[in-house]
């Protein structure tokens, strides 16, 4: 049992873990609430003692590919809680983490000149990688997109694949056309 | 399934008794006292539910602390019908009561059945085998008065005993208690005389009452079983 | 000393104990160096304060004491528990780092929908948990009421779940959802570690379930828990090659209880433990339905498959763990 501890130990180092307790949005709900939709490519991630030193922040820098709502430039500054500053490690489990180099679509609120964070911590980012096929960028998992009426979220539902970026892009474009 | 067993039953011991002794004018043997017999043979046991159970989780209903479940998945389970080995020592204490001990071992089968799962069709999974080992003890009644020609003779029993069960990876072992009735007819083929008088077939229904062992409910559990074997007397 | 890296890493929760039916699922853990130590508390006892805030409905006293019954339902499992020890009551609000763990009601706008949190201050160097405070975002109305109130979110749920975090414990992926109108909802769920919060009103995240505790038997084992119980363990794969991410429910058709775990690398191996012996029927299925960041972060889980259960009834021996089974799923 302590050789299956220890190796379950090392095989999981990479990935980080969360641990808030939140309402739920739907899909509508976040494009609903976010003033800014972008997709890009992490460039950086800096993390910082506030002013009086009592709480850190990571700043995540963005090169945007593309924005679907509230198109703020070439890069993007947002901020979630928590990081590593020095050998002090702030951890705020729930706030998604990031590196440099992730392909990400995150959902922001935050009026300009306010550093924007993520709508509903982690259910404000989506991540984005390439179809092991065709390289076609996917969105995983698809978003939960209330359509009216009641219906359970049936996990491996044929229907909720992982969805091409385009159509993702499409869905919330929709949205936001809708809003108006 | 309890309906076919009795009237195998009393097809064994009652009705091979009206073309007995007085037909042929020959009678059976009987048990021969302080003279122990061996018995060898095949059994088959019937299959029987061992247990239904759902998957519950907790629902989301405001005021309450215990929440009416949710349901995620049900299951079923069987255990199947098997067949076996037997072996079995009779002690004859007269001429028509006699103590018995055996073991029997089996290989019998579970099979899962899944359903009711919103996210999943129904599933009936591969059979899990088990190792099962029995050892009774059991005292058996030769009906002396009845006879089946000149060589058989029925006889009821009733015993009980251990059961224990190990799952095919043999890491987990499940014990309990295994009780019977049955009836059955002894064969001698020399009709008990001459060489070789003390061997003979015997055949037997049982009715089991298993409990606990590899069970999912929580119950006793009944199934018949059949028997044939090969007997030599000492 | 060169200062090494520290990240928050994800480890699997290999629950070594239960007296009830137990779960194995994800926990902290915190690289250092080329190793990665559990994220938990090692003294015996826990101090901790208490901002000297209400809000409306609930005044700091009432606030202490619903805590101290959240701790204490935690302390009551059968698992070797730090004690949690009051020292009092605190101008200093949470979420700040002052070499305290404190709780209490915060302002924090920005942590939209969520109602509660917690937060490590860790030792780079080491691992070691410097403090650990716990948030209630007073953009929520709250309740204290034994029996819950309509429309109010009951603190006494949301502590409880929160103070598992703070023991060191991880998300349950036990739960289902669904949407409603144009919001979502949970329809039920089998742990109080799962992320997603009842419905306003609800009040049975105050007790915990088996699979609660068998997180926290894989942390503070109690004694004889590592003989006494079992594990089962195998595989995810889809043509042949592992799967990353993959929740894994272990049902015991015996007891009836469920215990969620995860396939967490790339070999889709998967282990948990803290069962009580006996067969279990597992069932992967992907988190498709999840916010899946709440799980794991900076990885892509696979999703590409549809609900599969294993091929056979696998059976958790005591102080040991099953034969390895493979469960092989096919894309959707």
């Known amino acids: 049992m302590q050789v299956l501890l220890t190796a379950c130990l090392l095989v999981v180092a990479a990935a980080h873990l969360t641990a808030t307790t939140y309402l739920p949005a739907s899909f509508n709900q976040i494009v609903a609430e976010s003033s800014t939709i972008v997709y890009g490519r992490v460039a950086g991630v800096r993390a910082a003692w506030s002013d009086d030193r009592r709480t850190i922040d990571s700043f995540v820098t963005v090169q945007a590919v593309d924005y679907l709502k509230g198109a703020r430039g070439a890069t993007l500054l947002f901020r979630v809680p928590g990081g590593q500053v020095g050998d002090r490690v702030m951890v705020i489990p729930g706030v998604p983490s990031f590196r440099e180099g992730d392909l990400v679509v995150v959902f922001l609120k935050g009026a300009t000149p306010a550093i924007p964070h993520p709508v509903g911590l982690a259910q404000g980012v989506f991540r984005v990688i390439p179809d092991p096929r065709s390289g076609t960028p996917l969105v995983v998992p698809p978003p939960i997109v209330a359509r009216g009426g009641t219906a359970r979220i049936g996990r491996g539902d044929p229907a909720r694949g992982p969805v091409p970026f385009t159509a993702f892009a499409a869905e919330v474009r929709g949205f936001v056309e809708g809003a108006r | 399934m309890t309906a076919r067993f009795l009237a195998l039953a009393l097809a064994l011991v009652a009705v091979p008794a009206a073309d007995g002794a007085a037909q042929t004018g020959q009678t059976a043997p009987h048990l021969r006292p302080g003279r122990p017999s061996i018995t060898v043979g095949g059994v088959v046991s019937g299959g029987y539910p061992i247990g239904e159970a759902a998957a519950d989780l907790r629902q989301n209903v405001p005021g309450t602390t215990s929440p009416p479940p949710f349901t995620l998945f049900r299951t079923s389970t069987e255990m199947n019908r098997a067949p076996g080995v037997e072996a079995r020592v009779a002690w004859p204490l007269s001429a028509s009561v006699a103590v018995e001990v055996g073991g029997a071992f089996s290989r019998p089968g579970l099979t899962v059945s899944i359903d009711g799962d919103a996210e999943s069709p129904a599933v009936t999974l591969d059979d899990s085998r088990l190792e099962q080992y029995v050892i009774d003890a059991a005292v058996v009644w030769q009906l002396s008065r009845l006879a089946i020609g000149p060589h058989a003779r029925p006889y009821l029993s009733v015993g009980g005993g251990y059961l224990r069960q190990l799952y095919d990876d043999r890491t987990r072992v499940e014990t309990g208690q295994l009780f019977h009735v049955g009836a059955g007819v002894r064969y001698w083929l020399r009709g008990g005389q001459g060489l070789g008088r003390g061997l003979g077939l015997r055949g037997e229904v049982r009715y089991h009452v298993r409990r606990e062992g590899v069970e999912f409910a929580g119950q006793s559990r009944r199934y018949p079983a059949a028997a044939l074997s090969l007997f030599v007397g000492l | ?332």
Do not use: C
Request: net charge negative; charged share 20%.
């Open chain 3, 1 to 332: 000393m060169s200062r090494r890296p520290l990240v928050l890493a994800l480890a699997a929760m290999l629950a070594l104990g239960s007296p009830s039916p137990a779960a194995a699922y994800l926990k902290f853990g915190a690289r250092v160096g080329e190793t990665v130590v559990d994220v938990k508390w090692t003294a015996a006892s826990l101090p901790y304060f208490i901002t000297e805030r209400g809000v409306p409905g609930v005044d700091a006293f009432q606030f202490r004491d619903v805590v101290a019954r959240a701790f204490a339902t935690w302390t009551a499992a059968e698992a070797e528990t730090p004690s949690f020890a009051f020292q009092g009551f605190t101008v200093a609000a949470p979420l700040s780092s002052d070499g305290r763990s404190t709780l209490g009601f915060l302002d924090r706008p920005d942590l939209d929908r969520v109602l509660g949190a917690t937060v490590f201050l860790l030792d780079g160097n080491t691992g070691a948990i410097l403090e650990s405070d716990i948030f209630f975002n007073t953009r929520f109305t709250w309740s204290v009421a034994p029996g819950g109130e309509p429309g109010r979110v009951d603190l006494e749920s949301v502590a409880t779940h929160e103070i598992g975090h703070l023991l060191g414990l991880g998300h349950s992926a036990l739960g289902e959802t669904e949407v409603v109108g144009d919001g979502r909802r949970v329809i039920a769920s089998g742990a109080v570690m799962f992320p997603i919060a009842f419905s306003a009103g609800s009040i049975s995240d105050r007790v915990l379930q088996p699979d609660d505790v068998a997180g926290l038997l894989q942390l503070y084992p109690a004694p004889g828990a590592v003989t006494r119980l079992g594990g089962v363990r195998g595989r995810v794969t889809r043509a042949g090659r592992g799967l990353f991410g993959v929740h894994v429910a272990a049902f015991n058709p015996t007891t009836g209880v469920i215990i969620g775990g995860f396939t967490l690398g790339d070999d889709g191996e998967f282990v948990i433990a803290g069962l009580e012996p006996g067969p279990y029927i597992l069932r992967a299925e992907p988190l498709d339905d999840a916010d899946v960041e709440g799980f794991f972060s900076e990885r892509t889980v696979d999703i590409d498959f549809g609900v599969t259960y294993a091929p056979r009834l696998v059976v958790a021996p005591a102080g040991g763990t099953s034969a390895p089974v493979e469960i092989q799923v096919r894309p959707r």
